[in-house]
Nanobody, 129 residues
C-alpha cells in the first residue's frame, strides 16, 4: 500500500529556507507522478511542483519558480522540496501526493487534485515577517 510521510515543516522568518521531505513506501513500480501541494487557510489546495517517479525533469507552478526545487532520492525513496526566500504568503500546510499518471506537466497546469489518489498527512510551514 502506497504511503507518504512528510517532514521538515516549521516556523521561519521571511527570507529563510526550509527543506521538506516525503518518505515514499509501498510503490510497486515507478509509474507515478509525485507532487507537492499546499493549502493556506481559506484557500484551495494548490499544486506547486510535480515530478515523474520514473525520471524526468520537475515542473513548477509560476508562483514558486526560482524559489522551489523538487528532487527525488531514489536510493532512500524520499521526495524533497527545497524552498528558499520564504515569504509570509508561503505559509500553508504542505502535502506530498502521488498519482498513477505519467503526465506530470498536465497535472500541474490543471491543478488536477482528483488525479492524486495518495496523500500524506501534511506538514505545516509558517513564515513570519
Amino acid at each position: 500500500q502506497v504511503q507518504l510521510v512528510e517532514s521538515g515543516g516549521g516556523s521561519v522568518q521571511a527570507g529563510g529556507s526550509l527543506k521538506l521531505s516525503c518518505a515514499l513506501s509501498g510503490f510497486d513500480d515507478t509509474n507515478y507522478c509525485l507532487g507537492w501541494f499546499r493549502q493556506s487557510p481559506g484557500n484551495e489546495r494548490e499544486v506547486v511542483a510535480t515530478l515523474f517517479f520514473g525520471g524526468g525533469r520537475p515542473h513548477y507552478a509560476d508562483s514558486v519558480k526560482g524559489r522551489f526545487t523538487l528532487s527525488i532520492d531514489v536510493v532512500n525513496l524520499t521526495l524533497h522540496l527545497d524552498i528558499t526566500s520564504l515569504q509570509p504568503d508561503d505559509t500553508a500546510v504542505y502535502y506530498c501526493a502521488a498519482a498513477r499518471r505519467w503526465d506530470c506537466s498536465a497535472l500541474l497546469n490543471l491543478n488536477d487534485r482528483p488525479a492524486f489518489r495518495y496523500w500524506g498527512q501534511g506538514t505545516l510551514v509558517t513564515v513570519s515577517s
